[in-house]
């Protein structure tokens, strides 16, 4: 009865639903986004370049190419390192499905590592056993993910990469502004080409930066840096220092002027795609980009909360004490009885998530035979993994909504 009355009231104090992510959209980003629309340039102007040099300081790379979503962002990743059918690429189950997809755009085939049941991250010492269990050349590339927010151990594998003569995507799409401590206690940024050769963001909307869609791949690189930016536009350039046909051909066989290369002319040097980002996307990333300290803050206060409440219950695992570096895009833990909560907390309109179904899992995954039971870890956490709400506007009283909930379920 007592449970019956505490529910009623929680239904009418809290009317709005409690998603497990949600975008911040101010009044400046609205007036940035409106500032584009008035301007000249809808796409390809002044604030991709903008955004782009604001995104690398902020990460601690060198060069940023900003595309139109992580998925895109991959699959350039994956072209510009040369992935062709025949290659085999590592990396996680427990990931969303495009960290394994690209491999597949390319003609590659995707194996997996299963995860630290710790960590939630791939195991090196699984990526290790593969790497052994055949001959060198038989891998071509890792793309570990800091999934969760949770920083992969970059100083580690790009030591096994070099071992082993491979090239590390970091799927950074979780972790703008993470960071991992290396072993000699120097932090280096997720994604700030430290140690991996490219990384990847996603800007959708439930991530630490939401342009609506949106991605950006990040590199020291100035080679891969030169290539991605001919990828991400049909392979062209309009740079006089990379063209390869004649001024004549340029000019239509005219006789040249003062050996000068006419305005209008472009090259297509590569087969490429239109993975451009939009001006005005990128304009709400220029804005939400000098808040994102502030939202970082607000996501690991509210996962030292959680923290603090499921420190003792017996009823919830997983994830539980400060984590350093962690840019906490999702508070996962694990629960007993989960479809059970989550049914409790969706009937309460909090709507937690299960992140993620094991790619291998999937169905198209199975024509190439993997299976249940081929990572017992990863397909372990997914019958129990469940993520709560996080995002920086979370307020306390609904996040204290969302642990009375949870709690009012296991009495
Ligand atoms: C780990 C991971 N990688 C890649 C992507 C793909 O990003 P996008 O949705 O921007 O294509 C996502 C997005 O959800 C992701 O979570």
Redesign the pocket.
Same mark, same amino acid.
């Given at each position: 009865m007592l449970n019956l009355l505490i529910q009623i009231l929680n239904l009418i104090t809290m009317v709005k639903p409690i998603p497990y992510g949600r975008q911040n959209i101010t009044n400046d980003d609205i007036k940035a986004v409106v500032s584009v629309l008035k301007s000249d340039f809808l796409t390809q102007g002044p604030e991709i370049a903008k955004f782009e040099e604001a995104f690398a300081q902020y990460i601690g790379a060198k060069y940023a190419v900003a595309v139109s979503? $992580? !998925? *895109?962002?991959?699959h350039l990743c994956a072209l510009a390192l040369g992935v062709k059918p025949g290659d085999k690429v590592i990396t996680t189950p427990i !990931? @969303?499905a *495009? /960290?394994a997809n690209c491999v597949r755009y390319a003609g590659g085939d995707v194996a997996f590592a299963d995860i630290d049941p710790e960590t939630y991250l791939i195991d090196i010492k699984e990526v290790e056993k593969l790497l052994k269990a055949s001959p060198k050349g038989t891998y071509q590339g890792i793309i570990p &993910? +800091? @999934?969760a927010g949770r920083p992969v151990n970059m100083e580690a594998f790009r030591k096994l990469a070099n071992e082993y003569g491979l090239w590390i995507i970091e +799927?950074a799409? #979780?972790a703008p502004g993470g960071y991992l401590t290396d072993s000699k206690g120097n932090k280096h940024n997720c994604g700030n080409g430290d140690y991996a050769d490219l990384a990847?963001f /996603? @800007? #959708?909307p &439930?991530?630490h930066i939401a342009a609506g869609? $949106?991605?950006m791949i990040t590199t020291n690189d100035e080679n891969l840096y030169k290539k991605l930016q001919l990828l991400r536009t049909h392979g062209i350039t309009k740079d006089k220092t990379r063209f390869s046909n004649s001024i004549e051909l340029a000019n239509g066989q005219q006789p040249t002027a003062n050996g000068q290369w006419p305005e209008w002319y472009y090259e297509m040097q590569e087969l490429g795609f239109n993975y451009r980002l939009t001006d005005f996307q990128a304009a709400i990333g220029n804005s939400q980009l000098k808040r994102a300290d502030e939202g970082l803050k607000r996501r690991r206060e509210i996962a030292e909360k959680y923290n603090e409440n499921f420190r003792d219950k017996p009823y919830i695992f997983g994830q539980s004490g400060v984590v350093e570096g962690h840019a906490y #895009?999702l508070y996962v833990v694990e629960v007993k009885d989960r479809k059970g909560l989550y049914e409790h907390l969706r009937k309460n309109k909090v709507f937690a998530q299960i #992140?993620y179904v094991p790619v291998h899992l999937m169905p198209y995954y199975a024509q190439f035979g993997w299976k249940p039971s081929d990572f017992p870890n990863a397909e372990a956490y997914y019958q129990k993994c469940l993520s709560l709400p996080m995002f920086p506007t979370l307020s306390d009283d609904e996040q204290n909504f969302v642990i009375n909930t949870i709690e009012e379920f296991y009495a």
């Open positions: 979503n $992580g !998925t *895109a962002a991959l !990931t @969303f *495009a /960290s &993910v +800091d @999934f +799927d799409c #979780h990847i /996603s @800007f #959708h &439930v991530k869609e $949106g991605g #895009h #992140h």
